[in-house]
């Protein structure tokens, strides 16, 4: 054998080219092998996530709900395949709505699990129950069990009661609302106390955590909405910030809730440009009808 026998003839410079090309044929081989293992992976991987944006999509509301004297429109445009954003309606009882908005710390399939669970467990607490605050406060104690310490969700949950058209609103560390006035053309940040669920089992959550009272008169709008929105990057790092948010609410509150949504989406990919979208946005906007509108 080469190596052991001492009758062999040496190696000439010929085979060490040879031993080098099929060296390399050889890593050549072995490289192709895992990229391609790399790429079955990441078409599964890929697959995967087509099937759980499709599951998430079909949890998030297909449609805006119809009450007396209101328009409500609500979107969310995740950064990924799957989103840690979250918006629903849940109907409380027969003269009240339910809306929510949420942002799970994090992005992609772990921040979108937990929103399921916290999706879940909100629409148990909530039929029935008119007090947004009593609702955040079941959510907190249901989910800190077993949210991990370096996540958490931020929250805000209202109740629309369309018989006598009140709303009444809690936050759970979530960014503040804006309420636009038509009378005098204003928009403000609504800001009830409240910290982010799962970081507190209780104690410090249901003291703070109260609801707060707003009442909408006509053509009056509230915009709640994610930090994907105020936290928009253009190409330079600019933020795009809740003053510009203010300015495009305010300049399309008359043309009604879905054309807030539009236009303010509008006003923040003319703002990011080539930028790529960094995280979710997620918005809903309630608008009470004005006198001559059904």
């Known amino acids: 054998m080469c190596g052991t026998c001492r009758n062999c003839a040496p190696f000439t410079p010929s085979d060490f080219v040879v031993f080098k090309s099929i060296a390399e044929q050889s890593a ?6 895992i990229i391609y293992s790399e790429a079955n992976e990441k078409k599964r991987l890929d697959h995967d996530l087509e099937i759980a944006r499709d599951i998430q999509r079909i949890l998030l509301p297909e449609k805006s709900p119809n009450i007396p004297g209101f328009e409500i429109a609500g979107l969310n445009i995740p950064a990924r395949q799957v989103s840690g954003d979250y918006f629903d309606y849940i109907r409380v009882d027969e003269h009240r709505l ?26 148990s ?11 955040l406060k079941a959510v907190n104690r249901q989910l800190y069990p077993d949210i991990k310490e370096d996540m958490f969700i931020s929250m805000a949950y209202l109740v629309v009661d369309h018989s006598v058209g009140s709303v009444t609103i ?34 410090v959550f249901d003291r ?18 994610t930090d994907g929105v105020t936290e928009a ?7 795009f910030g809740i ?21 303010l989406i509008d006003d923040v990919r003319n703002f990011v440009g080539a930028h790529p979208q960094n995280d979710d946005i997620t918005l809903i906007t309630i608008r009470k009808h004005e006198k001559d509108q059904p």
């Open 28 to 33: 050549f081989a072995l490289y192709n092998a």
């Open 98 to 123: 339910g809306l929510a908005i949420a942002d799970v710390s994090g992005k992609g399939v772990p921040a979108s699990l937990i929103m399921a669970i916290c999706r879940s467990v909100l629409r």
């Open 125 to 135: 607490q909530a039929p029935q129950n008119p007090s947004p605050a009593e609702v």
């Open 170 to 203: 809690a936050r759970a560390g979530h960014d503040a609302p804006l309420l636009y006035r038509r009378a005098p053309q204003t928009v403000e940040l609504i800001k009830p106390p409240g910290m982010v669920v799962g970081i507190d089992s209780g104690s």
């Open 208 to 225: 703070i955590t109260n609801d707060f009272a707003i009442r909408l008169e006509q053509g009056d709008c509230l915009v709640l909405y």
């Open 233 to 239: 990057l253009d190409t330079e790092g600019f933020e």
């Open 243 to 263: 003053d510009r948010m203010i300015q495009s609410v305010r300049a399309n509150a008359a043309h009604g809730a879905s054309a807030i949504i539009t236009r």
